[in-house]
């Protein structure tokens, strides 16, 4: 029985330790997957409007997040984009979308590489906007600066 306790011991030591690494493993894994992504899921900094030109932009929310159609506004207007108008709509998407609606495809482009979503030409003169955004479910927005 004396040689049973040392190896007794010595296994909780061992389960201890793994214990303790696989709990730093795990903190590690959840710290790297916290990090942005470096593969372009974030916009570059180029994708701005241009310096004098005002490219009017509409902000649909097509999801259940509330405040997301704000969250884009402001990101866009911080990109020089001049949002006019934003809202929810009643269909459901799960990727975002950017309508050319004024037949400015390089417009479009731009708030499309804003937005890191695809371009779709939907020209329509009835409204006065250049672009339309559709928000959907894979849209996340930029963590807002700590201002204490």
Known sequence: MTEERPRRRRYGRIIVVVLILLGIAWIGWQLLALRPAKNGSSAPEDARAPEGVRIKVEVLNATQTKGLAR???LYLRDRGF???????????????VVYDRSAHPAWARLVGRAM??????????????DVTVLLG??????ALPFHP
Do not use: H, I, K
């Open 82 to 96: 001049d949002v006019v108008g934003s809202g929810n709509v009643s269909e459901r998407r799960t990727s975002t």
């Open 116 to 129: 890191n979503a695809p371009v779709v030409e939907r020209p329509d003169s009835s409204r006065y906007l």
């Open 137 to 142: 479910g894979d849209w996340r927005p930029p």
């Open 71 to 73: 969250r884009a506004t």
